[in-house]
């Protein structure tokens, strides 16, 4: 069973800065990885889908990279709306999820 | 537009059973699989399992195995979730998806489920 990890857990940072969060897999796996957002009290929402593609209305500051392991989502500058909880997800695991904080 | 709307919110005791149900509309629904995603309060999300709306397949967490059961009905567009042999610890919010496979790009707005007794 492929785990995912998230690091770090809480990303601490203002509007306008850059985050970075990464996702690492236990083994190699497709390129089937996807990343959500969820803010307090309401469903996930698809951000990016298969590493790099941006899910229908999603801003072009989101954005995924990565392979093999390794995966990425940047935001390249914050927005306030942009303060909620990422997780990653391959097939049937779901990342610990990180929260993205206001600093 | 694409829509999930998902039946409202269930108290039941341990040992009970809970069906959830999603509504889709607003797209073919035989087109597209629908996953279900539960979350445990202030926890992460945890896959339960998917159906094929086409065909009836469906592939179930194995820890789940035994406990619930997922179904269609392609005539109302209706997908449902029923989960057996209730435990505290199945206190969630039970999320449905579409998913064209294998990532899930529409979600219902969550069931919240209380197991207490």
């Known amino acids: 069973e492929i785990v995912l990890t998230q690091s770090p857990a809480t990303l601490s940072l203002s509007p306008g800065e850059r985050a970075t969060l990464s996702c690492r897999a236990s083994?190699?796996?497709?390129?089937?990885l996807a990343w959500y957002q969820q803010k307090f009290g309401q469903a996930p929402r698809l951000l990016i889908y298969?590493?790099?593609n941006r899910a229908t209305g999603i801003p072009a500051r989101f954005s995924g990279s990565g392979s093999g392991t390794g995966f990425t989502l940047t935001i390249s500058s914050l927005e306030p709306g942009d303060f909620a909880v990422y997780y990653c997800?391959?097939?049937?695991?779901f990342g610990q999820g990180t929260k993205v904080e206001i600093k | 537009q694409v829509q999930l709307v998902q039946s409202g919110a269930e108290v039941k005791k341990p040992g009970a059973s809970v069906k959830v149900s999603c509504k889709a509309s607003?797209?073919?629904?035989?087109?597209?699989?629908i996953t279900w995603v539960r979350q445990a309060p202030g926890q992460g999300l945890e896959w339960m399992g998917w159906?094929?709306?086409?065909?009836?397949?469906?592939d179930y967490a194995q820890k789940l195995q035994g406990r619930v059961t997922m179904t269609t009905d392609t005539s109302t567009t209706t997908a449902y979730m029923e989960l057996r042999s209730l435990r505290s610890d199945d206190t969630a919010v039970y999320y449905c998806?579409?998913?064209?496979?294998?990532?899930?790009?529409?979600w219902g707005q969550g069931t919240l489920v209380t197991v207490s007794s």
């Open positions: 998806s579409r998913d064209p496979g294998p990532y899930f790009d529409s």
């Open positions: 607003g797209y073919t629904f035989n087109n597209y699989g």
């Open positions: 159906i094929s709306t086409y065909d009836g397949n469906t």
């Open positions: 083994q190699s796996v497709s390129n089937h």
């Open positions: 298969d590493v790099s």
């Open positions: 997800q391959q097939g049937a695991t």
